[in-house]
């Protein structure tokens, strides 16, 4: 059973920082792409980043230069490491990871940038 959980999130000021972790279990992350995803009230889900087996990542136009996804095979969890927040980065963010035909998903980390 392929469960993803996710932590990390919480009340941050604008201009501040968070890191989020993604940890698996029962499967190994380390072959398939996993990606971070926001759904913010009355928005639907977005991408914000992934990472490929191979390491490679994309981004949303909205978070490049701020956000970095990485991962740590060793510790089967992927991480979002968000700096420079915004009020706009408000929502709950989720950890995806697809096995083709399915996506698996977490239960998802609230995050509120506001002062």
């Known amino acids: 059973q392929v469960q993803l959980v996710e932590s990390g999130g919480g009340l941050v000021q604008p201009g501040g920082s968070l890191r989020l972790s993604c940890t698996a279990s029962g499967i190994i992350v380390r072959i398939y792409t996993m990606g971070w995803y926001r759904q913010a009230p009355g928005k639907q889900r977005e991408l914000v980043a992934r990472?490929?087996?191979?390491?490679?990542?994309n981004y949303a136009d909205s978070v490049k230069g701020r956000f970095t996804i990485s991962r740590d095979n060793a510790k089967n969890t992927v991480y979002l490491q968000m700096n420079s927040l915004k009020p706009e980065d408000t929502a709950v963010y989720y950890c995806n990871l697809y096995r083709g035909p399915t996506d698996y998903w977490g239960q998802g980390t609230q995050v509120t940038v506001s002062s």
């Open positions: 990472i490929s087996s191979t390491g490679i990542t």
